[in-house]
C-alpha cells in the first residue's frame, strides 16, 4: 500500500504543479475559463494568486522530495514528508470546501489524490 500512496502522492504533486501553472503563470490567460474570472477579476487578484500559485508548488515539491527520499533508501523521512506535503494539499482542500460552497467541485478535484495518497500510506503504515 505504501508504492500505491507513493504513486497517488505523485499525481497529486503533479496536479498541485499545474495548479501553480494556472495561478502564477496563465492567471489572465488560460485560467481565466478554468475558474470563471472576468478580465477585471482577473487583473485585480492577479498578485494574490501568483502567491498562491506558489503554495501549491512548494506543496508539491515536499511531496515529490518524499517520494525521492523514500525511493532513495530512507522510508521513514520520505513518508514523513510525502503526508506532510498531501496532508495540507488535503487541508487546504478541506478549507477551500468549507469556507466557498459554490467551489465545491474545486475542492474535490483538488483533494481527492491527496486524501487517496493519505489513506493509502496510512493503511501501508499500519500493515
Same mark, same amino acid.
Given at each position: 500500500m505504501i508504492v500505491v500512496g507513493l504513486v497517488l502522492?505523485? /499525481?497529486?504533486?503533479? /496536479?498541485?504543479v499545474y495548479i501553480?501553472? /494556472?495561478e502564477s503563470v496563465a492567471w489572465t490567460t488560460t485560467a481565466r475559463s478554468v475558474f470563471g474570472t472576468t478580465e477585471q477579476e482577473a487583473a485585480?487578484?492577479?498578485?494574490m494568486a501568483f502567491n498562491q500559485g506558489f503554495y501549491n508548488l512548494f506543496l508539491a515539491v515536499v511531496s515529490a522530495v518524499g517520494i525521492v527520499v523514500h525511493a532513495a533508501g530512507?522510508?521513514?523521512?520520505g513518508v514523513a514528508l510525502v503526508l506532510a506535503g498531501t496532508g495540507?494539499? /488535503?487541508?487546504?482542500a478541506l478549507v477551500l470546501l468549507l469556507s466557498s460552497s459554490d467551489k465545491r467541485g474545486a475542492a474535490v478535484r483538488q483533494g481527492t489524490l491527496p486524501l487517496l495518497a493519505v489513506v493509502a500510506l496510512g493503511v501501508g503504515l499500519l500493515l
Open positions: 502522492a505523485g /499525481l497529486a504533486a503533479v /496536479l498541485h501553480f501553472w /494556472l485585480a487578484t492577479r498578485e530512507s522510508p521513514d523521512v495540507s494539499m /488535503l487541508a487546504a
